[in-house]
Structures are given as C-alpha cells and as structure tokens.
C-alpha cells in the first residue's frame, strides 16, 4: 500500500526551527520527484520546495521560503526532509509532502504535477 507519512510538526516561536518529515512506502522511492506544500487557512495551497529524484538531487525553494528552507532526500530512508530555520508567522500551515513518478531527472512546483499526498503534518509559528 503507497503511504506518505509527514512528522515533525509542531508550534514552535518565530525564529525559531523545525524539520520535517516525509516517510514513503509501498513503491520504489528513488522513481519519484517529491514536493513540499502548505495550506493555511482560507488560502489556496502553495508551492514550498522540490527535489528530484536522487539523494543529493538538485532542489527548487519558493522565494518567500529561499534561504530559510532546505528539501533533501535520503533515498536509503525512503524518506524527504524540509529543514526550516528563521521561521516567520506566515509560515504558519499544513504542510503537505507529495510524490511524482519521474525519470527526466526533473523538479515540479506545480500541485498538480504530483499524483499522491500525505496527510499533511501542522506547523504554528507565534510572534
């Protein structure tokens, strides 16, 4: 069975960090580009990060989290990280991990480029 499990959540004070987590199952990990999103509330859900498909791949970050963020991947963990330092309260969100199966060596930042999602993990940011 496909999973895509987040971790790592939780409140945390603006400037301060957390990592996620992303744990896939049930398929062949390094076929897969893997994505980073959130969804606050009221808001549409929106582009964080991209990697591609191998350990040490080449990455994408969305401007507003350039140089705060960094996606990396342990193929033999099966599992995709998003280290956040110098969080902001606007950072504050679900967020989602998402996979899509890929041989071009390529990164998406599209949400609908990506075919499976977890459950989503919360992050809350307070000022």
């Known amino acids: 069975q496909v999973q895509l499990v987040e971790s790592g959540g939780g409140s945390v004070q603006a400037g301060g960090s957390l990592r996620l987590s992303c744990a896939a199952s049930?398929?062949?990990?390094?076929?897969?580009?893997m994505g980073w999103f959130r969804q606050a509330p009221g808001k549409d859900r929106e582009f964080v990060a991209a990697?591609?498909?191998?350990?040490?791949?080449?990455?994408t970050h969305a401007d507003s989290v350039k140089g705060r963020f960094t996606i990396s991947r342990d193929n033999a963990k099966n599992t995709v990280y998003l280290q956040m330092n110098s969080l902001k309260p606007e950072d504050t969100a679900v967020y989602y991990c998402?996979?899509?199966?890929?041989?071009?060596?390529?990164?998406?930042?599209?949400?609908?480029?990506?075919?499976?999602w977890g459950q989503g993990t919360q992050v809350t940011v307070s000022s």
């Open positions: 049930g398929r062949t990990f390094s076929s897969y580009a």
């Open positions: 990697i591609t498909r191998w350990s040490g791949g080449r990455t």
């Open positions: 998402a996979d899509k199966m890929d041989y071009s060596g390529s990164y998406f930042d599209g949400a609908r480029d990506y075919n499976y």
